[in-house]
């Protein structure tokens, strides 16, 4: 049978747990008491007021997937925040990805190429300059459904008669890219560890 010593002991112990349990309490609170980015996905670059200007070289790769963005310069976008920090990825899905991960942070500009250009890399364009191929037989980057942009619609048009294809704008290049999400995901999984399987393949 507990004496009236014990029980204060154990009185005073359950006071000293609850007084943390509140202050941890209190403490989450704080650190939840707004909304905002978690710091994982801020994008790591300085702002940059002028991120158009050398984009490869200041974003070489894309930073949701480590793929090259001079590489597929002719799928590349870049997005420029209002607070001017900037994502350069290496396409449409990934700039889908920024957008979704920097929700609390309005898009000021979002650029893509120009793929019918001859230039190389691929001149960047305001997206709403843009018109979009969806679903033609093109290879694209991180997706199984290509959603190319063109400055010009008759050159879109050009290479929806050869490779099919519906045409629309950035919005809904963009709708198609989430719609699209979990397939892709699920298959770049699958392909990043068919390439590890064959990397341990040779080391052995």
Not at 84 to 111: E, F, M, V, Y
Not at 139 to 155: C, G, L, Q, R, V
Not at 179 to 202: H, P, Y
Request: glycine residues 4%; hydrophobic residues 35%; charged residues 25%.
């Amino acid at each position: 049978m507990m004496n009236r010593r014990d029980l204060l002991k154990i009185s005073a112990l359950a006071g000293l747990t609850a007084t943390a349990s509140t202050a941890t309490t209190a403490a989450r609170a704080e650190v939840c008491s707004s909304d905002g980015t978690p710091n994982q996905f801020i994008p790591k670059k300085a702002a940059d007021p002028k991120p158009l200007e050398n984009d490869i070289e200041k974003y070489p790769k894309c930073p949701y997937c480590g793929m090259d963005r001079k590489e597929h310069n002719k799928t590349r976008m870049l997005v420029q925040y209002a607070d001017d920090l900037a994502d350069g990825t290496c396409s449409i899905h990934c700039l889908a990805l920024s957008l979704s991960l920097n929700i609390d942070r309005q898009p000021k500009n979002i650029w893509g190429p120009d793929f019918a250009a001859t230039a190389e890399p691929r001149p960047l364009l305001p997206v709403d300059q843009l018109v979009y191929l969806i679903g033609a037989d093109l290879k694209h980057a991180m997706t199984k459904k290509s959603k190319h942009s063109f400055a010009s619609i008759e050159m879109a048009k050009e290479f929806q008669a050869k490779h099919g294809g519906t045409l629309g704008n950035f919005n809904d290049a963009l709708r198609e890219s989430y719609l699209g999400m979990s397939e892709d995901v699920a298959q770049i999984r699958k392909n990043r560890e068919e390439r590890r399987r064959r990397a341990q393949q040779k080391q052995s």
